[in-house]
């Protein structure tokens, strides 16, 4: 079992930054990658960002590419996402996951373990 724990979220005008981290717990040492989704009321938990947890090899939702950047610390198992130029649209509860399998998933159903999740809110 892993356990992960988001935290960072908050009100921010248009324009500004956050930086979301998540720590793991657990079972680490079967974390394949580690990723950020986001959900708003009424739709689906989208994709924002995921990292390998044996390299800095990462990937990007089209729609944050360029804005955020994912990374991590791995002797504190901990996993960032900083978020930069945010937008309204941003505007979402946050979810830190873990990915147990080859490859890196960019689907909600490729992952195994969720944090409760962090809410960002961007005024315009």
């Known amino acids: 079992q892993v356990e992960l724990v988001e935290s960072g979220g908050g009100l921010v005008q248009a324009g500004g930054s956050l930086r979301l981290s998540c720590s793991a717990s657990?079972?680490?040492?079967?974390?394949?990658?580690m990723g950020w989704f986001r959900q708003v009321p009424g739709e689906e938990r989208e994709f924002v960002a995921a990292i390998h947890s044996g390299s800095e090899t990462s990937w990007y939702a089209d729609s944050v590419k360029g804005r955020f950047t994912i990374s991590k610390d791995a002797g504190k198992n901990e996993v960032y996402l900083q978020m930069n130029s945010l937008k309204p649209d941003d505007t979402a509860r946050y979810y830190c996951a873990a990915d147990r399998t080859f490859p890196v998933g960019r689907t909600r159903n490729d992952y195994d373990f969720w944090g409760q999740g962090t809410q960002v809110t961007v005024s315009s």
């Open positions: 657990g079972r680490t040492f079967i974390i394949f990658g």
